[in-house]
């Protein structure tokens, strides 16, 4: 779904225009991006959390040119889903039953010994 369907169907639900809906959306995503800027996790009750995450900066080395360039830090957004929202994803697979498979054992051969008691391959 991308943001324009998204639009459409936030319209239709809410019974509002679809102008209605997209100053809603750019509204929304402005105070999320502002939240996440400051420091805030945003938690949203049976949805999950996002998280702010310092990705740190390091030393590469490019094979192409031969020299060392430097990746600054910066700031990443993870997600971590409630339960009951990964649950509902994961409906399908929520009611399998494991299955248990019997390897049977190889057949291992006895070995010949000679008089002497020595073994051979």
Do not use: H, W
């Amino acid at each position: 779904m991308d943001k324009s369907e998204f639009l459409n169907l936030l319209s239709k639900r809410a019974n509002i225009s679809y102008d209605e809906a997209r100053l809603f959306y750019d509204k929304f995503i402005a105070r999320f991006a502002k939240a996440i800027k400051s420091g805030q996790n945003i938690r949203i009750s049976g949805f999950g959390e996002f998280k702010r995450k310092i990705r740190k900066g390091k030393r590469v080395f490019d094979p192409k040119t031969g020299l060392e360039r430097v990746i600054p830090s910066k700031v990443v957004v993870s997600f971590l889903p409630a339960k009951i929202f990964a649950d509902k994803i994961n409906i399908r697979y929520r009611n399998l039953k494991s299955v248990v498979v019997k390897v049977q054992p190889p057949v291992v051969e006895e070995k010949e010994t000679d008089e002497f008691k020595l073994t051979f391959f």
